[in-house]
């Protein structure tokens, strides 16, 4: 039920849709310089802040935070130190979705994908080696099909005391 309601909320509100080609430009143009390791929260806020200023249309958008499950905690595989190994992002993570694509300062490189892709490529190993961490079958656990989801209205994430709109598992988003 929560994955039809979900999709209609897509749908409806994607009618009209976010200025992706000026929003990938700016996050390009914008990679480095606002990027601060281990501030994912904040360097999607600035970017957000900036693409108001520039009055680029986000419709559509929405702030995504994951969150990982205790000990391994939420894992990047294309991470920008470390792209094709594990890196730990921290107990949680922040990425901005405009119209199904993310947007991620922890990317190895600037890419704006697909928000199922972002997760494929993000979030899951990409060979069987690298499923076992710690002794532990990542994939088996639910590693990151059952890590938190909560989505955020941009006006909400850039206030004081931000409430999300929706909650579940990742899974369920894509």
């Not at 200025?19 to 806020?45: A, M, V």
């Not at 997760?119 to 532990?136: A, C, H, R, S, W």
């Amino acid at each position: 039920m929560k994955k039809i309601i979900f999709t209609f909320f897509l749908v409806v509100n994607f009618a009209i849709g976010a200025d992706l080609e000026s929003l990938e430009t700016l996050f390009h143009n914008n990679f480095n310089s606002i990027y601060k390791p281990r501030f994912c929260g904040q360097n999607i806020k600035n970017f957000v802040k900036l693409a108001l200023d520039q009055k680029i249309n986000l419709e559509n958008s929405y702030i995504l935070k994951v969150s990982g499950l205790g000990f391994l905690e939420t894992s990047g595989f294309y991470t920008r130190n470390s792209p094709n190994t594990r890196k730990n992002l921290g107990y949680f993570h922040f990425v901005l979705i405009a119209d199904n694509h993310a947007f991620d300062f922890d990317l190895h490189e600037p890419l704006v994908l697909d928000f199922k892709d972002y997760v494929n490529l993000q979030f899951l190993p990409k060979t069987e080696d690298q499923n076992i961490i710690f002794g532990i079958n990542y994939i088996k656990t639910g590693n990151p099909k059952s890590w938190q989801a909560l989505l955020y209205k941009i006006e909400s994430f850039l206030s004081n005391n931000p409430e999300p709109f929706w909650q579940g598992k990742l899974s369920e988003l894509y």
